[in-house]
Structures are given as C-alpha cells and as structure tokens.
C-alpha cells in the first residue's frame, strides 16, 4: 500500500485527476468496498465505507492517504501567492500584503501541495480580482475534496468500528 501514488512535481500533474486516483488506488489495494454518497442533484458529498475492515487496514489506509495530503513548503504557497498578487487586479495599498501572507499561508498549510499550488497557479486565468479566502479555499477544496472526504470516511469508519467494539466488550462483561 506504500506505492499509492508516484510522487511529481505539481506542474506535471494535474490536481483533480491525483485526487481521484489517490482515492481509486487506496480502495483497490486495501480492498475497501465504497460507495459515493450524493445529493439530490448528484452532487458528490463523501464516501461510507461499506465493508468490514480491520483496524490494521483502516490505519494503513489512513497513513497512505495522508500521505498525499503533504501540504506545500510556506515559501512555496507564498510564492505562488505574489505571483497571483502581480498577474491580478487589487487594492493599491500595499502595507498589509506581509499581513494577508501569512494569514493565506497558515490556511494554505492545511492542504495537500498540489491542490494548493494548482489552484493559485490558475486562479490568475479564472479572475481579474485578486481572490478573496472564500474562493482560495472552495477552488483548493475542489481540488482535493476526494481525498479529504476518503479521509473523514475512514475516520468514520474506524470510530464506528471502535463503538461497536466497546459494545460488544459491555455486552461480554454483563452477560
């Protein structure tokens, strides 16, 4: 399970499609049984996890995804974030970029590399205006939602597993 993903660097690979098969891949080797969860307008919302799976698996999957969840060096995101800043339109005061920096980086360190630096690299194609957080993060989370909410789905599934266990052991002990 160690070799979910071969490692590139973040221009030769595209951002949505790593996530998908971030996600495809964990469930081939850890043979997990997945289903999409959707909304009415078939909207993807998450994953459950269908099949039982032992605590060993459950937490090798967890580590092999969060490996690909690297987050982007700080001089990174914020190189990527004065490039934006030079190819958008924005307010002429420029005192407060330092503050706005470190505020976009810190929130930017919570997400996977590519994702990140995909996101910044064509938002100066997508807008005349230097973005707003709000559509940093919903651009970012698009581009990683299906590994975060494979991660939450494993989360799940390992704290559903872990009640059920603790049950079982009341039930043991008062019989």
């Given at each position: 399970?160690?070799?979910?993903?071969?490692?590139?660097?973040?221009?030769?690979?595209?951002?949505?499609?790593?996530?998908?098969?971030?996600?495809?891949?964990?469930?081939?080797?850890?043979?997990?049984?997945?289903?999409?969860?959707?909304?009415?307008?078939?909207?993807?919302?998450?994953?459950?996890?269908?099949?039982?799976?032992?605590?060993?698996?459950?937490?090798?999957?967890h580590?092999?995804?969060?490996?690909?969840?690297?987050?982007?060096?700080?001089?990174?995101?914020?190189?990527?974030?004065?490039?934006?800043?030079?190819?958008?339109?924005?307010?002429?005061?420029?005192?407060?970029?330092?503050?706005?920096?470190?505020?976009?980086?810190?929130?930017?360190?919570?997400?996977?590399?590519?994702?990140v630096?995909?996101?910044?690299?064509?938002?100066?194609?997508?807008?005349?205006?230097?973005?707003?957080?709000?559509?940093?993060?919903?651009?970012?989370?698009?581009?990683?939602?299906?590994?975060?909410?494979?991660?939450?789905?494993?989360?799940?599934?390992?704290?559903?597993?872990?009640?059920?266990?603790?049950?079982?052991?009341v039930?043991?002990?008062?019989?």
């Amino acid at each position: 399970m160690n070799q979910l993903i071969s490692a590139k660097p973040p221009d030769a690979i595209n951002a949505i499609q790593a996530d998908k098969a971030a996600v495809n891949s964990l469930m081939l080797t850890a043979g997990l049984q997945v289903e999409e969860r959707l909304s009415t307008d078939f909207d993807f919302q998450g994953y459950i996890i269908t099949s039982h799976v032992g605590d060993d698996k459950l937490a090798e999957a967890h580590s092999a995804l969060s490996a690909t969840m690297a987050p982007a060096a700080d001089n990174q995101i914020a190189k990527a974030l004065l490039k934006l800043r030079a190819l958008t339109s924005h307010r002429a005061e420029g005192a407060d970029i330092d503050i706005i920096l470190e505020a976009y980086v810190e929130k930017l360190r919570e997400y996977p590399r590519d994702a990140v630096l995909e996101s910044l690299g064509k938002m100066s194609d997508q807008s005349k205006w230097f973005p707003s957080w709000v559509e940093i993060k919903d651009d970012v989370e698009f581009r990683c939602c299906h590994r975060m909410q494979m991660l939450r789905a494993i989360e799940r599934k390992r704290d559903e597993q872990g009640r059920r266990a603790i049950i079982r052991e009341v039930q043991q002990r008062t019989a």
